[in-house]
């Protein structure tokens, strides 16, 4: 972590992400600095694009680098404890019992 400390940073926005956006700058200020946010981005792809052309670093998760492949090169951050939250999205009118079952199983989990 504290490797990033001198490093311009990318981040997803506070208002597209608010609990990884204060999640990350809790763990910067616990490994003894404040990030220094370059630029913010309301997208994943906005972040990687931002990475591409060259206007600093961005710590995404690990899903990104399956899906962005520009010009960046992906690496794993060691002992980062960084969690989002997940939440599940359907139509309000879906009956289907699968989708039923299925968030039963993620009640257990959150």
């Not at 616990?30 to 600093?56: D, H, R, S």
């Not at 899903?63 to 962005?68: E, P």
């Not at 002992?79 to 939250?85: G, K, Q, V, Y």
Request: proline letters at 5%; a negative charge; aromatic letters at 10%.
């Amino acid at each position: 972590m504290k490797d990033l400390e001198d490093e311009s940073l990318i981040v997803i926005a506070k208002e597209a992400w608010p609990s990884l956006y204060t999640e990350f700058n809790f763990l910067c200020e616990k490994a003894g600095f404040i990030p220094n946010i370059a630029q913010e981005a309301t997208e994943y792809q906005m972040v990687i694009g931002l990475v591409t052309a060259g206007m600093g670093i961005a710590v995404v998760p690990t899903a990104a680098k399956r899906l962005f492949n520009l010009d960046v090169v992906y690496k794993e951050i060691e002992d980062f404890p960084l969690r989002a939250e997940w939440i599940t999205a359907h139509r309000k009118d879906n009956r289907n019992p699968a989708l039923k079952h299925f968030i039963e199983i993620s009640d257990q989990y959150s």
